[in-house]
């Protein structure tokens, strides 16, 4: 397994999750990283990316403020700090890495984990 997300679950609104996903060396070395979520009968949505060194980080407007992305080079593994969440933050959140610029574009991304699932109750 090459990217591995873990931390799902089912919380209710407002509350909070991290998510964590932990990648291979040759899956996120020097490479961007993102977060994206899916619902049944949707396309996968972009939800938040952040660079190799975490100088840039970016967030769907839908998430902006709520939201938190890190990374933790040394552990391999990137995070994905979710706040207030509301219902329609419920889907399988995936993460994947590119080595391509196009932060928002999913097919730009070449290796995704397996997906956690996030159900926000109401």
């Known amino acids: 397994v090459q990217l591995q997300a873990s931390g799902g679950g089912l919380v209710q609104a407002g509350g909070s999750l991290r998510l964590s996903c932990a990648a291979s060396?040759?899956?996120?070395?020097?490479?961007?990283m993102g977060w994206f979520r899916q619902t049944p009968g949707k396309e996968r949505e972009f939800v938040a990316a952040?660079?190799?060194?975490?100088?840039?980080?970016y967030y769907a407007d839908s998430v902006k403020g709520r939201f938190t992305m890190s990374r933790d080079n040394a552990k391999n593994t990137v995070y994905l700090q979710m706040n207030s969440l509301k219902p329609e933050d419920t889907a399988v959140y995936y993460c994947a890495s590119s080595a391509s610029y196009g932060y928002s574009d999913y097919s730009k991304y070449d290796y995704w984990g397996q997906g956690t699932l996030v159900t926000v109750s109401s």
């Open positions: 060396g040759r899956t996120f070395s020097g490479r961007r």
């Open positions: 952040i660079t190799w060194s975490s100088s840039n980080t």
